[in-house]
């Protein structure tokens, strides 16, 4: 009954907006398509990854806008062995400031996860330590806060069913995220692009309950997992902040990220007998990203950049660096720990609104040999990559619901 | 359940010989041990999926998936049945990896699909049953008997979209301990002396590793989707896969395609003393036509 009451005092405002804007207002619906093909030289070929061309993505979806203050997503990604649900959720925003949304989408925390696109990032793929702390996506309800001039703060609360799992029909858990920002200038949504100044400045958790999963999980950036992690079991919990700033034309990001996770051992195979309690492990990591966008307009985060219209070149042209250190699953006797050091640098043509065009070399240094290749201290990774997508229009919140058209 | 005279049997099984072998699926083409050993295609009615070869009675055991049985095949009879499991579970018998014990008890792992997962066992007095205790949510497919009888077994449970496995050493009254862990999909495992070989299929590895915990896994070899294993010549291994080859695994990250073209290699095995290779095919796509087989191969 509580439920219900809650329910209707969230959508009958929005119907009834809605219903006064039903004449300015037609319904729209936006193919989603996404698609990355690399060429890729590996130090270690064959036991990293294999050289040669490869489809990297293929996303394939659509996003509908029905009412101003309604918008459904779904996306799968088609460039892996199966298709795989990526966002399948319905967004609901009340107000310009309340965006309320149930469904499989990413959870909160990182900015460079969250806040950005992968394919879209100043580096190709998201940083190591993002990857490997980050809780992806699962299927949940969300409470989202927007930042505006007049309180330019930012918040989420979600509960979902834990990482990764987008389907959520093989477990009963549950998984909390909670992430605060403080977002100024060029950072705002709907900011001016030529604002000189732009900060954003956060932090988030993650609690959730595992059973029995793999613990923190690096990779290098063609996906393979250097470190064997710990089966963990258990309450698991993740902190990280951020901090992305921006000066004209240079964008800088960093994060650090903590990690605690549980383990028990299942000593007898009976799931009726208690567990044997572990020590937890401790896992830690951080990231730092600067990119210069040397020809074509200023970034915006989540947006594909484009051209200033002057310059010598078609599109836009960006050059980026990131450094990052991650260790890995330390503070139990029983294990043996793991870690790396990472650097990279790329540079990516924004040439025209829907193509793009990079080059990007990877180099990790591992703390412990992988398993893979015993004699192996550090792996390099060169990257050329075509990307294309179909532009599709930010969504209108419903103060924006009269400009439209 | 007691084991059944197989000359009496031998009717009420749909089998046939293809690929140069004779009618009734005996493969009387080979009948004596000194003979070459003649490439043959067995088709079975039935699915299989774990193959153990009884160097001691020159049996081949096969773990039906389709009908929840245990089949044997040996030179003198062709295929036969050699015991029937318990009951089911709904979503199909899901047997993985069959092998037998010193006083002649068949042991079978059973997949499960998350729900059901289990270990079945059919003793030479007839009687079978369900091993106590065990964890349903584990998916289990590989199983292997060490030089000093100890059982192992390998499952991996699949929660919030990732996998995660093992290996557990096995005991039959209902404990299944883990021994190594850390892997995402184990699904082969055979005892070497003191070590196990595991093939992980999501990490396209073949690992060898001591039955602890903590130990340094070595690679042998990194091969695509490896599946259930076996020992082969000269400290080699045999795996399929679902891209339907078998691969013998040198070690040192060296492996060899033996064979090709067939539809899902699911469980293979080893005859030392006549060398040839034995190797479950598994039709992936029963709508079209069911056409599962067992292949024996020479090996050189």
């Known amino acids: 009954m509580r439920s219900s009451l809650l329910a209707a005092s969230l959508i009958v405002p929005c119907v009834l907006s809605g219903a006064r804007a039903a004449s300015a207002f037609e319904p729209e619906v936006y193919p989603l398509l996404v698609g990355e093909v690399d060429a890729k030289l590996h130090s270690a070929s064959r036991v990293e990854g294999e050289d040669g061309f490869s489809v990297t993505r293929l996303r394939l979806g659509a996003r ?7 918008v459904a997503v779904g996306q799968a990604e088609w460039a892996l062995e199966k298709p795989v649900l990526l966002d399948a959720y319905a967004s609901l925003r009340p107000s310009d400031s309340w965006e309320i949304s149930m469904g499989a989408r ?21 940083p190591m330590v993002t990857r490997a702390f980050w809780p992806s996506r699962d299927v949940g309800l969300e409470v989202h806060h927007l930042p505006s001039p007049r309180l330019p703060i930012e918040v989420w609360v979600r509960g979902g069913n834990g990482s990764g799992n987008i389907l959520g029909n093989d477990n009963s858990d549950f998984a909390i995220d909670a992430r605060l920002d403080a977002v100024f200038g060029r950072a705002l949504p709907d900011a001016d692009p030529t604002q000189l100044l732009g900060l954003r400045v956060g932090g988030g958790v993650h609690a959730e309950s595992a059973e029995d999963r793999p613990g923190v999980r690096a990779t290098t950036a063609d996906g393979f997992i250097f470190y064997r992690p710990q089966t963990v079991y258990g309450p698991r919990r993740i902190m990280e902040a951020h901090v992305v700033g921006m000066v004209g034309p240079v964008k800088a990001t960093a994060e650090i990220t903590f990690a605690r996770e549980s383990r028990a051992r299942d000593t007898d195979g009976n ?7 572990q020590d937890p492990v401790f896992s830690s990591g951080a990231m730092l990203e600067v990119a210069w966008m040397a020809v074509g307009a200023w970034r915006t985060l989540g947006t594909w950049p484009t051209a200033s219209g002057t310059g010598i070149l078609p599109g836009a042209l960006e050059v980026a660096g990131r450094l990052e250190r991650i260790d890995l699953a330390y503070g139990a006797r029983d294990v043996t720990p793991g870690g790396a050091t990472a650097a990279s640098a790329a540079v990516r043509w924004w040439a025209t609104p829907f193509a793009a065009l990079s080059a990007a070399l990877y180099w990790t240094g591992y703390d412990v040999p992988p398993i893979e290749s015993p004699d192996a201290t550090d792996s390099w990774l060169g990257l050329v990559r075509a990307t294309f997508h179909m532009p599709v229009p930010r969504p209108q919140p419903p103060g924006a619901r009269g400009s439209r058209k | 359940m007691r084991y059944l005279d197989t000359r009496w049997l031998w009717p009420l099984l749909i ?19 000194d003979e070459p050993v003649v490439a043959q295609r067995i088709a079975l009615d039935g699915d299989p999926n774990g193959l153990f070869w009884d160097a001691a009675s020159g049996t081949l055991y096969i773990a039906d998936d389709n009908n929840n049985r245990i089949l044997s095949w040996t030179e003198e009879n062709g295929v036969a049945l050699a015991a029937e499991l318990p009951e089911a579970p709904p979503d199909g018998p899901g047997l993985g990896q069959v092998v037998k014990t010193a006083d002649g008890t068949l042991v079978a792992t059973r997949f499960g699909h998350g729900t059901d997962g289990a270990v079945v066992f059919a003793k030479p007095d007839g009687t079978s049953g369900v091993v106590p205790n065990l964890d349903p949510v584990r998916r289990r497919l590989g199983l292997t008997i060490a030089p000093d009888g100890t059982l192992y077994d390998t499952f991996f449970v699949s929660l919030n979209g990732v996998k995660n496995g093992s290996i557990a050493r096995l005991d039959l009254s209902g404990t299944e301990t883990e021994v190594v862990t850390g892997f995402q999909k184990p699904v082969g495992v055979v005892a070497v002396g003191d070590d196990l070989v595991v093939s992980d299929q999501d990490r396209d590895t073949v690992f060898r590793t001591p039955p602890s915990d903590g130990a340094t896994l070595e690679v042998l070899a990194q091969l695509e989707g490896p599946d259930l294993l076996c020992v082969g010549p000269d400290g080699t291994f045999y795996s399929g896969g679902k891209q339907g080859s078998v691969r013998q695994i040198q070690g040192g990250g060296q492996f060899s395609e033996v064979m090709g073209d067939f539809q899902e290699v699911r469980g293979v095995a080893y005859d030392a003393k ?27």
Request: charged share 25%; net charge negative.
């Open chain 1, 64 to 70: 509908a806008q029905l009412a101003p203050w309604f």
């Open chain 1, 106 to 126: 990413k959870t909160p925390l990182f900015a460079s996860a969250r806040d950005d696109v992968v394919w879209m990032l100043p580096v190709p793929e998201r």
């Open chain 1, 271 to 277: 799931p009726e007998t208690p567990r044997v309690d």
């Open chain 2, 15 to 33: 089998v046939a010989a293809c690929g140069g072998s004779s009618g009734g699926g005996a493969a009387d083409e080979n009948p004596d041990p």
């Open chain 2, 274 to 300: 006549r060398r040839r290779l034995f190797v479950a095919d598994h039709d992936g796509t029963e709508g079209d036509g069911v056409n599962h087989a067992l292949h024996i191969l020479p090996v050189d």
